[in-house]
Nanobody, 121 residues
């Protein structure tokens, strides 16, 4: 499956942004999906994951209560709603797909190209 992320941009602290990731070339509903992010000079880190049905989600502690992962299988799209953004959320955000379930990079076989989110304080 091929993944195309979009929706990044420059925002101010406290603002909201919604990222989208459209999948093609595979059966989207058979994949569990996730968002990762990588800040400049840092390793890529897990943000959130959602099961193929959308029934199960998990968000890392630093974004819990501010970010929400969701999906629309009819549109082959996974979203990341980001509210109350902070400067430390500045990073390139990547969507990823797997037929397993987990929070580590190695779990995911398919990656999008990334979309840059910059939060100014």
């Amino acid at each position: 499956v091929q993944l195309q992320a979009s929706g990044g941009g420059l925002v101010h602290a406290g603002d909201s942004l919604r990222l989208s990731c459209i999948a093609s070339g595979g059966t989207f509903r058979s994949y569990n999906m996730a968002w990762f992010r990588q800040a400049l000079g840092r390793e890529r880190e897990f943000v959130a994951t959602i099961s193929w049905s959308g029934d199960s989600t998990y968000h890392t502690g630093t974004v819990k209560g501010r970010f929400t992962i969701s999906r629309d299988n009819a549109k082959n799209t996974v979203y990341l709603q980001m509210n109350n953004l902070k400067s430390e959320d500045t990073a390139v955000y990547y969507c990823a797909a797997t037929k397993k379930f987990g929070t580590t990079e190695s779990t995911y076989d398919n990656w999008g190209q990334g979309t840059l989110v910059t939060v100014s304080s």
